[in-house]
């Protein structure tokens, strides 16, 4: 994913950003109960009402999602029909934990993560491997897991894509912890 400056990061942005989620996660059928909203989208949950004078979050141009595994499901048709899903809202598979969905004419990325010990942190996971037929995958990031047991549910309202109507969706959004943790860790990787 190319990095973009910060005059990228704007309300517009942002709220294609948030139509692809409520899209996305209204579509997720039994699978929206697994996932947890971490990365740039974050942060206007997890704060709140800010206090006059400061300005907003900047905001994102995608969407990050940490995924709890099906742990103990061993059955490929559980991530068949994720990636069924998914592709119905519309989105495409760019890779395995990459997808993407034009919004107004502009590509919004969804990145789905997870944390397993199956594979090395910085690898792609594969549940169930390559050839049982899903083309699903999951970043493996470490402490991704932490967004499972430290987060709120908030409700955002937002035009659904494909003039699907105003919906409004629950959306579990990682606490602060998880999501100093993630940033931090991304950082440390990164540099």
Not at 29 to 56: D, K, N, S
Not at 100 to 105: C, F, H, Q, S
Request: hydrophobic residues 40%; proline residues 4%; negative net charge.
């Amino acid at each position: 994913m190319s990095r973009e400056h910060a005059s990228d990061y704007d309300s517009i942005t942002t709220a294609r950003c948030e139509r692809a989620l409520v899209t996305l996660l209204g579509d997720l059928g039994p699978w929206r109960e697994r996932i947890f909203l971490v990365g740039g989208l974050a942060p206007r949950y997890i704060v709140g009402q800010l206090p006059g004078g400061v300005p907003a979050h900047i905001g994102t141009t995608d969407v990050d999602l940490v995924i709890g595994l099906a742990l103990g499901d061993d059955t490929p048709e559980t991530y068949r029909t994720l990636e069924v899903n998914l592709k119905r809202s519309g989105f495409r598979a760019e890779n395995s934990f990459r997808w993407t969905r034009l919004v107004d004419g502009i590509s919004v990325q969804v990145e789905f993560l997870c944390e397993t010990t199956e594979v090395d942190a910085g690898r792609i996971f594969k549940p169930h491997g390559e050839s049982l037929g899903s083309g699903f995958g999951a970043f493996n990031v470490r402490g991704a897991r932490l967004a499972a047991s430290d987060f709120t549910e908030h409700e955002v309202v937002a035009e659904r894509l494909d003039d699907g109507g105003l919906s409004t969706i629950a959306v579990r959004v990682c606490g602060l912890l998880p999501y100093v943790v993630l940033k931090t860790l991304a950082f440390q990787d990164r540099h």
